[in-house]
T-cell receptor
Framework: DAGVIQSPRHEVTEMGQEVTLRCKPI?????LFWYRQTMMRGLELLIY????????DSGMPEDRFSAKMPNASFSTLKIQPSEPRDSAVYFC????????????FGPGTRLTVL | GENVEQHPSTLSVQEGDSAVIKCTYS??????FPWYKQELGKRPQLIID?????GEKKDQRIAVTLNKTAKHFSLHITETQPEDSAVYFC???????????FGIGTKLQVIP
């Protein structure tokens, strides 16, 4: 298995533009998490899904952020419009089911908003 | 909800010495406590975990202890090496459909 796949790996955009980050979880995993990591705030959970259904989106900073999981093998995190303070590394992680198990992280997407 | 506190935020040790990182949690329902290591520019990866029915677990130079009564758990690294330099995150997980809560992270520097 290739592990969790994220794209793009790096994204540079200008303020006000729409940004879409993509994630493919490990096959067979039915829990998916989106995290944001910055020096100031550490690793923050934005939203997570179980069986493609959003369970907790209380970490989504504001309405500019949205996430979808249309099927078990794909999820997107969208920021519209983007702002410089959104600059961070965004990680996607997946886990095999709702039980307490290891999360497998993707390589991350480094987002820079100018 | 769960609250995980981790300290210290930074830790410098001489090569060969031991390093200890401590975490506390608030939700007594938490029953799984993983530790992740994140090297510079890389993704977090699991290095060791412990479940609530166990008080201690060891894997070569790393060990984790859990005190359920006091709601705290610790990571111990012995005979530290420069390649141990990284950020370490603790986490608490109650299973089911609850989210995993991570600590703020500890930046460990091992000085050769």
């Amino acid at each position: 298995d290739a592990g969790v796949i994220q794209s793009p790996r790096h994204e540079v955009t200008e303020m006000g533009q729409e940004v879409t980050l993509r994630c493919k979880p490990i096959s067979g995993h039915n829990s998916l998490f989106w995290y944001r990591q910055t020096m100031m705030r550490g690793l923050e959970l934005l939203i997570y899904f179980n069986n493609n259904v959003p369970i907790d989106d209380s970490g989504m900073p504001e309405d500019r952020f949205s996430a979808k999981m249309p099927n078990a093998s794909f999820s997107t995190l969208k920021i519209q419009p983007s702002e410089p303070r959104d600059s961070a590394v965004y990680f996607c992680a997946s886990r095999s089911g709702p039980g307490a198990n290891e999360q497998f992280f993707g390589p991350g997407t480094r987002l820079t908003v100018l | 909800g769960e609250n995980v506190e981790q300290h210290p935020s930074t830790l410098s040790v001489q090569e060969g010495d031991s390093a200890v990182i401590k975490c506390t949690y608030s939700d007594s329902a938490s029953n799984y406590f993983p530790w992740y290591k994140q090297e510079l520019g890389k993704r977090p990866q699991l290095i060791i975990d412990i479940r609530s029915n166990v008080g201690e677990k060891k894997d070569q130079r790393i060990a984790v202890t859990l005190n359920k009564t006091a709601k705290h758990f610790s990571l111990h690294i012995t005979e530290t090496q420069p390649e141990d330099s990284a950020v370490y995150f603790c986490a608490a997980d109650s299973g089911g459909y609850q989210k995993v809560t991570f600590g703020i992270g500890t930046k460990l520097q091992v000085i050769p």
